[in-house]
């Protein structure tokens, strides 16, 4: 079955340390997206990339880094640099520029927590 | 800019009663308008979609008309189940198609 899968579900970082969550899609999606999510709160998006080795910033960046080296795989990097990273993140993914209008595809998510 | 404002929840109903959550978008275009589910520590579900005016989405008993003239695209079930209970996010694609803009997400939370 086609998909998005996330990994791990359950993250624990230290402070300090970079982590890096992954992204795997197989539906042969042009475009992939990450977003954070907080407590009650809705989406916030971080990074997109509608193609292999381009990516945009999102609304917020800052304290993230990404790559985009294969269609497939689209993984986040949460820094140190992010001062307060303990959220619910979710990645997702969508077939632009065929002319069909599906929306996105998300997975399951990682929660990431600080301790 | 795009937009998308939805009623803040939570919207607490007893079972079986009728649901609306209103969303509105900014009438840039002619968007494809969507209605996502998220259920407790998952992700996001695609649960109706449509793609032009006075287009009816539906799935599992909700529907959203794609209304122009109000740039409005609720959501609406006859009859709530206990399951139903989620985050119910309302989005627009741009006029680009490669990017949605997400409503700030309605809790619902149905009781037996």
């Known amino acids: 079955d086609g998909g998005i899968t996330q990994s791990p579900k359950y993250l624990f970082r230290k402070e300090g340390q970079n982590v890096t969550l992954s992204c795997e899609q197989n539906?042969?999606?042009?475009?992939m997206y990450w977003y954070r999510q907080d407590p009650g709160q809705g989406l916030r998006l971080i990074y997109y990339?509608?193609?292999?080795?381009?990516?945009q910033k999102g609304d917020i960046a800052e304290g993230y880094s990404v790559s985009r080296e294969k269609k497939e795989s689209f993984p986040l990097t949460v820094t140190s640099a992010q001062k307060n990273p303990t959220a619910f993140y979710l990645c997702a993914s969508s077939d632009v520029g065929t002319g069909t209008n599906y929306g996105y595809t998300f997975g399951s998510g990682t929660r990431l927590t600080v301790v | 800019g795009d937009s998308v404002t939805q009623m803040e929840g939570p919207v607490t109903l007893s079972e079986e009663a009728f649901l609306t959550i209103n969303c509105t978008y900014t009438a840039t275009g002619y968007p494809s308008l969507f209605w996502y589910v998220q259920y407790p520590g998952e992700g996001l579900q695609l649960l109706l979609k449509a793609t032009k005016a006075d287009d009816k989405g539906s799935n599992k008993g909700f529907e959203a008309t794609y209304r122009k003239e109000t740039t409005s695209f609720h959501l609406e079930k006859g009859s709530v189940q206990v399951s139903d209970s989620a985050v119910y996010f309302c989005a627009r694609l741009n006029n680009a198609g490669n990017m949605l803009t997400f409503g700030g997400g309605t809790r619902l939370m149905v009781k037996p």
């Open positions: 539906l042969n999606h042009d475009a």
């Open positions: 990339s509608q193609i292999v080795n381009d990516f």
